[in-house]
C-alpha cells in the first residue's frame, strides 16, 4: 500500500469550508490535511466519496464485483446494500453470496439483514427468513441494519415476527430501514415509534416533510424506475441533516451513465446549497448507518474522490482505503475477478408453459379490473375497462392499451395468474423478465397469447433472464444468478440491456424504462393495484381483488 500527497481544493463538509490544501495518505488512511491557502480557481476538488444509502444490488442485474466496477467511475465508494431481491430467491445461500462477491473488490458494500423474505404471504417466494435467521445475520459485524421493514402492516398491527426482527436489530444498536409509502399522521407515528427511522418511499413533498417532522431520515430515491428527485429536493434546504440520496433500483445502462454525482449535480441547478448536497451525499449514511467510511478527516480511511468541479461533479480519480481504483471514467487495474457459473446460486422449478395456459376466459364481466402502471413511479392505479371479447376469451386491447400481464410461479408447476395492465403501449410481441419483485417469479406482458407464452418459455429455458420478442426476431438477456443477475463483465451487460430495452420500445412500449416498469408490477407493498402468482392484489385493502 502506497503513501502518497494530493493537491486541490479541499472540501470540508463538516466545517463548511473550502482551502487549497494538500491531504497525505499513509497505509490506507488520512495521516494529514494541510491547509496551504484559500481555495484557487481553475484547480480541482478533493471530497469524501459518494455513498448510495439505499440500493438493491440485484437490481443492476450485475454481482456486487461488477456493481462496483461502474459506479466507483462516478465516486462511489460504498453502498447500503438490502440483499432482498436474492434472499426472496434463494434464502440465506443468496445473501451469502453476495456478502462474499462483494468481498472480493475494495468497494465498500455495507449490507443489511433482510426484513421481509417472502415480503408477503400473498405470494410465492423461494425462500423464508424467520426472526432467528434475520438475528443470526445482524450479529455479524459486516450486516449494518436491519434493511427496509415493507410489512408495515404488520407494525402497526404489533405482527409478533415483525417486532421480534425489529427488537433484535435495537438489542445490537443496528437501525431498521423503512418502506411506508403514503403513510401519514397517526400511523406513520406508530411506525416511527417502533424504532424505524428511515423512508425511501415518499413520493410528495408533503409525505416527506410530515415523516421528517416525525423525526425520520427521508432518502430521495433516483431510480430507473421510482424518480422522486423533483418531488423531494427542495426539502434538503431546510433538512440537511435528516436526508440521503439513493437509487433504490438502478439498470445496468443507467449505472453506466451516472450514479449519486448525477443526483449533486442535479441538486446544484436547483440551487440547493452545496454543503447540503455534499452532507447527504458523503456523511449522514456514515453517521447513520456506523459505517467504516471516511469522510476525508485526519484518521479516517482514505476514501476520497477527485472531481473537476462542484457543478457537473465529473470525477477524476476514486481512491478506496487509499488505493486509485477509477481514473477519468475507467477501472484502474484489474480489481475485479471473473465469476465462474458454475459458482452461481439458483432456484428455479417450473417447466415449460402451453399457450392455453394464459387464457383467460369471458364470464360475462361488464368491466374488468386493470392496472394503471404510472411512468416514474412504483405506484400504480386501479382503472375498470369493458373487455375486449375475442372467441369467449378476454384479450388485449391494443386501441385502448389494455395489456394482458401474467406472473408464472417460478418456484413450482402451478396455474398462471393472468391480469390486464395500461400504459405499457405496445403493438406486437411480448417481453418478459424473472425479475419481479419481490418474490421474482417470472412476469410477462404482450399483446397476444403465442407472444406471452413464447416470452416466458424463453425465460424458463434460460433460468431467469429478460426476453423480448415479436416481429420476427427475439433478444434474450440471461440472468444465470439467481435470476436476478449476471456474472459477466458489467459493461458487457450495460450493452446488452440497452439492446433489449430499445427492441421493447420498437414493439411499441413508449415507458422510459419497460423491464424495470414491468418488474414493479407484481410489488405488492405499494399500492394501489398489483398482480401475484396467487392473484390480482389490492394494495389499499392489503387483499386480493375480488372481481
Not at 372 to 377: K, M, N, S, T, V
Not at 538 to 546: E, N, V
Request: negative net charge.
Amino acid at each position: 500500500m502506497s503513501n502518497f500527497k494530493v493537491e486541490g481544493n479541499i472540501v470540508d463538509i463538516t466545517k463548511r469550508n473550502i482551502f487549497f490544501g494538500e491531504v497525505e495518505v499513509e497505509n490506507g488512511k488520512i495521516k494529514s490535511i494541510n491547509n496551504i491557502s484559500e481555495a484557487k480557481d481553475n484547480t480541482h476538488f478533493v471530497l469524501p466519496g459518494f455513498i448510495d444509502s439505499h440500493v438493491h444490488i440485484e437490481s443492476s442485474m450485475l454481482i456486487p464485483s461488477e456493481f462496483a466496477r461502474l459506479a466507483v467511475v462516478h465516486g462511489t465508494v460504498a453502498t447500503i446494500s438490502d440483499p432482498h431481491e436474492i434472499a426472496n430467491v434463494c434464502g440465506m445461500q443468496g445473501v451469502e453470496f453476495m456478502i462474499e462477491n462483494g468481498n472480493t473488490v475494495p468497494f465498500k458494500f455495507n449490507f443489511g439483514a433482510p426484513s421481509c423474505v417472502p415480503a408477503t404471504i400473498f405470494e410465492t417466494a423461494g425462500a423464508e427468513l424467520n426472526h432467528e435467521a434475520v438475528k443470526a445475520l445482524l450479529e455479524r459485524p459486516e450486516v449494518k441494519y436491519l434493511s427496509e421493514m415493507m410489512n408495515f402492516p404488520g407494525v402497526l398491527n404489533s405482527d409478533e415476527e415483525v417486532l421480534k426482527k425489529i427488537a433484535a436489530a435495537h438489542e445490537l444498536g443496528k437501525p431498521v430501514d423503512g418502506h411506508a409509502p403514503g403513510l401519514r399522521g397517526d400511523a406513520v407515528q406508530q411506525y416511527i415509534d417502533a424504532g424505524i427511522s428511515t423512508d425511501h418511499e415518499c413520493f410528495t413533498a408533503e409525505e416527506a416533510l410530515d415523516k421528517l417532522q416525525c423525526g425520520m431520515k427521508i432518502l430521495i430515491r433516483e431510480g430507473s424506475a421510482a424518480k422522486n428527485f423533483e418531488a423531494l429536493i427542495d426539502l434538503m434546504n431546510d433538512w440537511p441533516q435528516m436526508m440521503m440520496f439513493c437509487s433504490d433500483d438502478k439498470h445496468p445502462d443507467s449505472l453506466v451513465e451516472n450514479h449519486i454525482n448525477s443526483l449533486c449535480a442535479r441538486a446544484v441547478v436547483k440551487g440547493i446549497d452545496i454543503f447540503n448536497i455534499l452532507q447527504a451525499a458523503c456523511i449522514n449514511p456514515i453517521l447513520h448507518y456506523k459505517l467504516d467510511v471516511g469522510a476525508l478527516e485526519i484518521g479516517d480511511y482514505a476514501d476520497f474522490i477527485i472531481a473537476e468541479d462542484l457543478v457537473n461533479f465529473n470525477i477524476k480519480q476514486t481512491y478506496i482505503d487509499g488505493v486509485l481504483l477509477a481514473e477519468n471514467g475507467k477501472m484502474v487495474g484489474d480489481w475485479v475477478k471473473t465469476v465462474d457459473d458454475r459458482s452461481s446460486v439458483n432456484h428455479f422449478e417450473c417447466s415449460l408453459k402451453k399457450v392455453e395456459d394464459f387464457i383467460y376466459p369471458y364470464q360475462n364481466q361488464k368491466e374488468i379490473p386493470v392496472i394503471e402502471a404510472l411512468d416514474g413511479q412504483l405506484i400504480t392505479n386501479k382503472l375498470f375497462f369493458a373487455p375486449k371479447v375475442d372467441n369467449g376469451n378476454i384479450i388485449s386491447d391494443l386501441d385502448n392499451d389494455v395489456l394482458k400481464m401474467v406472473v408464472v410461479n417460478r418456484y413450482n408447476d402451478a396455474p398462471v395468474t393472468v391480469s390486464f395492465v395500461k400504459n405499457f403501449g405496445m403493438k406486437s410481441g411480448a417481453i418478459a423478465s424473472s425479475v419481479a419483485h419481490d418474490s421474482h417469479n417470472i412476469i410477462a406482458v404482450g399483446v397476444d397469447d403465442k407472444s406471452i407464452c413464447d416470452a416466458v418459455n424463453l425465460v424458463i429455458n434460460e433460468t431467469g433472464g429478460v426476453v423480448a420478442i415479436g416481429n420476427g426476431k427475439e433478444e434474450v438477456l440471461p440472468l444465470p444468478v439467481a435470476g436476478l443477475m449476471s456474472n459477466h463483465n458489467g459493461y458487457e451487460v450495460a450493452e446488452r440491456y440497452t439492446s433489449i430495452d430499445k427492441f421493447a420500445k420498437e414493439l411499441g412500449s413508449t415507458l422510459v424504462a419497460p423491464f424495470m416498469t414491468l418488474s414493479f408490477m407484481a410489488l405488492l407493498v405499494i399500492p394501489h393495484l398489483k398482480l401475484s402468482d396467487k392473484g390480482l392484489f389490492d394494495g389499499d385493502t392489503f387483499g386480493f381483488l375480488i372481481d
